[in-house]
């Protein structure tokens, strides 16, 4: 196989985290030969994703490897004179103070292994796949007929919303009287809502397990861990890169099926289309009116400049104080929906941000987040097998 690959190439690129892999597919898709390498035996990078057992053996290969570049001198002889050789280090300096800590009963023997491992091998670090798939979103392509998305999702508890370029209204509820791009809550959309189960402060206490890592270890291949573990926005520019190329093929999502809060001691379910408002027993009357009115005003914000002019200059956090808000909203708009900092972000930031999360309600379910299925560590693989279908060549392990 060796003798058939090409000697010459356009572009090399080094990694395969996702910044490299989506390099690699442009160029490839552009039409130059590109050489995709990575030292490393699996995918992805800092951006991968490991079973339990993988991740225990990436922290320990972190923990052994040094610094120590290899004194062969044998490769300088293929260095031209017009040529500089530059020597990469084997350890990524980006990942600093590795340590490991367990919280459960350590109870491990060495007789445990996976559950449906192939076999016990601490020395090759691989990326395994859940073994549940079900609930699955499956993003368009470019190949859809104009105007929408194409099939949406594979999930059960409710339809998919539209996949436009604007919002899915209908679905959320949230805007009224915007021309076109507006709808109210129909009738089976409010049903489904409230059907949705809510959290509920008369139920029962669960009763709590005790886990030992043995279960950990003896289950690993049931989830996955992301070393670089995001949400994605339904309407971000990730997942409209992922459909206008056509790597969404390649990959399955899920959609988030709610948002939690963590104050007070406890947690909370945060409230996203109007019939989570309507729904949540955490919030009284006056502040589901206070909460809708507010919404509302976020999504049309940029046609109202004389109510929020006055406060540019202040934080968001001040001016959600100056709307008359209750601080469970504040803590609500500010850490769940706006996302944005307490300190840094100003007024029009945290109203640009309130919007686009509003904005991304509805494309594919009832919050505005989507999650690689298998872990974000499928979206560099996705653009590598994009880019080997031109002329890149890939090659982990090199």
């Not at 003896?218 to 790597?247: A, C, H, M, P, T």
Request: proline content about 4%; glycine content about 8%.
């Amino acid at each position: 196989m060796a003798d058939n690959l090409p000697s010459e190439f356009d572009v090399i690129v080094i990694g395969t985290g996702l910044p490299e892999s989506i390099v690699a597919a442009a160029c490839s898709r552009s039409g130059q030969r590109v050489l995709h390498v990575d030292s490393k035996s699996y995918y992805g990078g800092n951006w991968a994703s490991f079973s339990f057992s993988g991740l225990l053996s990436w922290i320990k290969e972190y923990q052994e490897n040094n610094n120590v570049v290899n004194e062969s001198t044998a490769w300088q002889e293929q260095i031209l004179e017009s040529e500089e050789a530059i020597a990469l280090s084997k350890v990524d300096k980006t990942i600093q103070h590795v340590e490991v800590f367990c919280y459960a009963s350590q109870d491990l023997h060495e007789a445990v292994e996976e559950a449906g491992a192939l076999q016990k091998n601490h020395a090759s670090v691989t990326a395994a796949n859940s073994t549940e798939a079900a609930n699955a979103v499956m993003l368009p392509t470019t190949e859809s007929s104009p105007g929408t998305a194409g099939p949406v999702e594979h999930m059960s508890g409710g339809d998919a919303g539209t996949a436009r370029g604007t919002p899915d209204l209908e679905a959320t509820g949230w805007a009224e009287n915007h021309g076109d791009d507006t709808g109210v809550l129909s009738t089976s959309q409010v049903e489904r809502s409230e059907n949705m189960p809510v959290a509920d402060d008369t139920a029962e206490p669960p009763k709590k397990n005790r886990i030992t890592y043995s279960q950990i270890v003896k289950e690993g291949r049931r989830f996955n861990i992301d070393l670089v573990s995001k949400l994605l926005y339904s309407r971000g520019l990730l997942i409209d890169l992922l459909i206008k190329s056509n790597v969404s093929r390649y990959a399955e999502f899920k959609n988030i099926t709610r948002i939690l809060a963590f104050r007070e001691g406890r947690v909370e379910q945060v409230p996203c289309s109007r019939a989570d408002v309507f729904n949540s027993k955490h919030l009284t009357m006056v502040e589901k009116r206070m909460l809708m009115k507010f919404l509302t005003f976020c999504l049309e914000y940029e046609d109202h400049p004389d109510e929020y002019k006055a406060y540019e200059e202040m934080t968001f956090s001040e001016y959600l104080k100056t709307q008359k808000l209750t601080p469970n909203l504040q803590y609500f708009v500010l850490h769940s929906i706006a996302m944005t900092s307490e300190t840094a972000s100003s007024t029009v930031d945290g109203l640009r941000a309130t919007k686009h999360f509003l904005c991304c309600l509805g494309r594919y379910g009832n919050t505005p987040f989507l999650f690689p299925l298998y872990g974000h560590g499928e979206l560099p693989q996705c653009f590598c097998r994009h880019g080997s279908n031109g002329s890149s060549k890939v090659g982990p392990g090199c």
